[in-house]
C-alpha cells in the first residue's frame, strides 16, 4: 500500500462564472525535487495535482488570452486535499495577479478521519518522541500490551522507546508506514515493527482512524511516518533532553495503605522513581547535487534508567524493601535516506534505518492487574530484553507519465530480532518460584529464554489517472516472509509454584515445558488489489471502490 496521499484540487471560472477547460495549473513547493508538478483543467472546469509531498505551494492559472493568477502560501498535510479555486479575467495584456488568502483548512473531498502531528507539533509537546506516545493523545486510542505482557505507558522518555502498540476503539490493527509502505514485523498479530524509529528523520506523522480509502487492506488506525527529504540548502536539527531523578516530583504519603487488618506492612512505603533519562538526536540534510540529489541522515541515542520500588515483605530477598535498577542501555538508532530526480519524469527513494536496544530488569517490580490484584517480580526473575539488531529498508519510483497519468512502485524489507534472557546470575537449573499466595515470583524468569527473528517483504504498484473531475487509482499490493522463534527452558520448566501454609511456602504445582521448542511460521502471501475513483460534481464528492485480499501462510 502506497498512503492515501495529499494532493491539490479545484475549479477555474471566468469573471462571468463560466467553467474553463484547458487551463494549465503548476504546483511548485521546495519540498518537490523536481519542484513543478503541473496538471490541465477538463472539460468541467476542474483540475486535480495527487500525490503531492506535505509542504508549502504556490499555484499558478495560466490561459492564453487571460490574466495569469496566482496563488501563494497552500499548506499541505498529510492525506489531505486542499481545494484552491481560481477566477480569472480576460487581459490583452500579460501580468500575473497573486492572491493572498489562508491556506484551506478542511478537506472538503474526503471524510477521512485523520490527525496530524506536524513538526512543530511534536517539538512543542513533551513526550517521548515516539509514535505510540504521540499518538495517545488522539481520543479514541488507547495502549494494549506489548512484548512479554507489558503495558507501558511512556512518559517524557521514561519507556526507553519500549512502547505497548496503539489501538483505537478497541481494534488492535495498527498498520505503520513510512511514506506508505508497511513495515510491521509478524511478531504478534502484525502490530509491531520491531524498529524504534528515529523521531529526528521525520516530518509529520498522519493517524488515520476511519473511512480509509480502497487501498487499506484493515481496520484499525493507520499510522504513516512521513520522511524528511533533504533540500536544495543544507538544514540540520538538535534535540537534546535530559531529565534526573531531581526533575520529577514524588507523590509518597503516610496514608497510602491498604486494610491493614491483616498486614500491617500494607503501606506503600516506596514509589518508582527516575534516575536519568537523556536523548540527544542530531539530524542534517541537503543537496549532493541541486535539484538533483537530496540526502538527510539522523542519528539518535537514547538512554533510560529507572529506580523500581520493591515493596516492604514480599520478597525474601529484600525483606525489608528496597530499589531495584531497570537497567536500561544505550539505544542507538541511525537513519539514512537518498532522493534523486534522475530524469524530468522519474523520481527515486532509498531510505534505510537501523537500531538496537537493551534492558536489564525489563520486568521487574510489582504491576497492577485484574481483579484489583498485584503481580511482583524480584530482580533475579526479571527477563533481560535485548534486541541486538532490527533494521528496515525501503525504496520507491515515483513517475508522472504525463499530467495526468502517475506511476507509483515501491518495495519495503524489515527485519527484527528479539531475545528473551535469563539474567546472568542465573543457574542452568534455576526455574521460576511463583508463590500464589503473594503473587511473587523469584529465582529466574519465566519468559526467558526466548529467540525470536523475523524478515517481511512488501511489494507495491499503483497507476492513478487524473482527469481533473475524476482521480482513477488501481494497485495492487503483496507481502510475504517468515518468522523463527526457539525455546530452551532450564529443566524444561517454566514455573514452580507454591501455597502458603500457616505462613509457610509449599510447592503445589510444577509447569512443564516440551523444549526445546522450535516453530518457524511462513506468511507465504498477502495479496491485494483494488480500483477506487474519486469523482467531484460541484459541491459534491462520490468516492467508490473495490477491494479483494488474499492470504496464505504455513
Known sequence: MLFRSSGISGEVKD????????????????????KVRSATSDGAGRYTVASLRPGTYSVTFSLPGFNTVKREGVQLTSDFTATVNADMRVGAVEETITVAANSPLVDVQSITTRTVMTREVMDTIPT??????????????????????????????????????????????????????RLNNLCGTGQYSGVYWNDGSFQEVSYVTGADSAEMGQGGIRVNMVPKDGGNTFRGALTANYAGKNFASKNLRDNLAGDLT??????????????????????????????KLWFLLAQRVTQTNNFVPLPKGLFPKYPDGATAESGGAMSPNFNTRLTSQVSPR???????????????????????????????????????????????????????????????????????????????????????NY????????????????????????????????????????????????????V??????????????????????????????????????VLGLYAQDKWTLSRVTLTYGGRYDYFNAS
Open 346 to 432: 522519474n523520481k527515486v527513494s532509498f531510505a534505510y534505518y537501523v537500531g538496537t536496544d537493551s534492558t536489564q530488569y525489563f520486568d521487574v517490580g510489582c504491576t497492577a492487574t485484574s481483579f484489583n490484584s498485584v503481580s511482583c517480580i524480584s530482580p533475579e526473575a526479571a527477563y533481560w530484553l535485548p534486541t541486538p539488531l532490527q533494521y528496515a529498508a525501503q525504496g520507491k519510483w515515483t513517475s508522472p507519465v504525463t499530467s495526468k497519468l502517475l506511476v507509483e512502485v515501491g518495495q519495503s524489507f524489515s527485519v527484527a530480532t528479539y531475545k528473551f534472557k535469563y539474567q546472568p546470575e542465573n543457574g542452568p537449573l534455576d526455574i521460576q
Open 435 to 486: 508463590n500464589r499466595s503473594t503473587s511473587v515470583r523469584t529465582v529466574a524468569s519465566a519468559t526467558a529464554p526466548n529467540d525470536y527473528f523475523s524478515q517481511v517483504w512488501n511489494s507495491v504498484v499503483n497507476l492513478s489517472y487524473v482527469t481533473g473531475s475524476h482521480n482513477y487509482k488501481v494497485g495492487v499490493n503483496h507481502q510475504w516472509g517468515w518468522d523463527h522463534t526457539k
Open 262 to 291: 491483616f498486614n500491617p506492612n500494607n503501606r506503600i512505603t516506596n514509589i518508582g522513581e527516575i534516575q536519568d533519562i537523556w536523548d540527544l538526536n542530531p539530524s542534517i540534510g541537503g543537496p549532493i547535487k541541486k535539484d
Open 15 to 34: 469573471s462571468t462564472g463560466a467553467v474553463l477547460p484547458g487551463v494549465t495549473v503548476e504546483v511548485a513547493s521546495p519540498a518537490l525535487i523536481e
Open 128 to 181: 517521548g518522541r515516539n509514535i505510540q506516545a504521540v499518538g495517545i493523545m488522539i481520543p479514541g486510542t488507547s495502549l494494549a500490551q506489548g512484548g512479554g505482557g507489558a503495558l507501558s505507558r511512556d512518559v517524557g522518555g521514561s519507556g526507553n522507546l519500549q512502547q505497548s502498540p496503539l489501538q483505537y476503539r478497541g481494534s488492535g490493527d495498527t498498520v505503520q508506514t513510512i511514506e506508505g509502505l
Open 488 to 525: 530452551e527452558r532450564h529443566g524444561d520448566m517454566s514455573v514452580l509454584t507454591f501455597l502458603n501454609v500457616n505462613g509457610v511456602p509449599a510447592a503445589s504445582t510444577a509447569t512443564l515445558t516440551n523444549s526445546p521448542y522450535d516453530r518457524r511460521n511462513n506468511l507465504n502471501a
